[in-house]
């Protein structure tokens, strides 16, 4: 039986590129970032793209490649924003950085019946802060309701000219 010497992988890397750390090193060219373990590239994505970015970065993290500090060391981006991309990609994997987000498609507490009767009121000359009051709503809905065309204050009548 021969003996076999194990083989040495040194940490060759492109030239010009920034070290994240002995393992993994990234290159931006072009509007590209390209990263790299050795000589190989192994995942790229537009500089601008800020999903992907968080997707193999928070995966990086988690899988033992690099630590959270040295992401923010190399990137020069805030601990907590490391943090929270890590935490999606623990709790929910890859399909978090690109689903859908959950938004609300009709209105909330605003609905049909109630901004007739919040026309109503403001029909009456009721201010914003009053009809908030009178159907328990937050005067920013109604403000902002008013500032959406969805409701409207009456039209000021002028006084009538005595004849």
């Known amino acids: 039986m021969e003996d076999v010497m194990p083989q040495v992988i040194l940490p060759t890397f492109p030239a010009e590129v920034t070290e994240i750390n002995s393992k993994l090193v990234f290159k931006k060219e072009n509007g590209v ?16 793209d800020l999903q992907s970015f968080k997707m193999i970065v928070s995966q990086y993290c988690v899988m033992g ?4 500090a040295e ?5 020069g981006v805030n601990p907590q924003f490391i943090k929270r ?4 990609f623990r709790e929910k994997g890859v399909q978090g950085f690109f689903a859908a987000k959950n938004t609300r498609h009709g209105p909330g507490v605003l609905t049909q019946a109630v901004s007739k009767e919040a026309q109503g009121f403001l029909d009456e000359g009721m201010t914003a802060r009053d ?4 159907l328990g709503l937050k005067v ?4 902002k309701a008013i500032s959406t065309g969805r409701l ?7 006084k009538k000219e005595a004849n």
Not at 65 to 68: A, G, P
Not at 131 to 134: G, L, M, T, W
């Open 33 to 48: 970032v390209v990263y790299f373990s050795g000589t190989m590239p192994v995942y790229q994505h537009r500089e601008d």
């Open 65 to 68: 490649v690099v630590t959270q």
């Open 71 to 75: 992401i923010v060391r190399a990137f």
């Open 85 to 88: 991309a890590v935490k999606v």
């Open 131 to 134: 009809v908030s009051q009178r």
């Open 140 to 143: 920013d809905t109604v403000l």
């Open 152 to 158: 409207h204050r009456p039209a000021i009548r002028g």
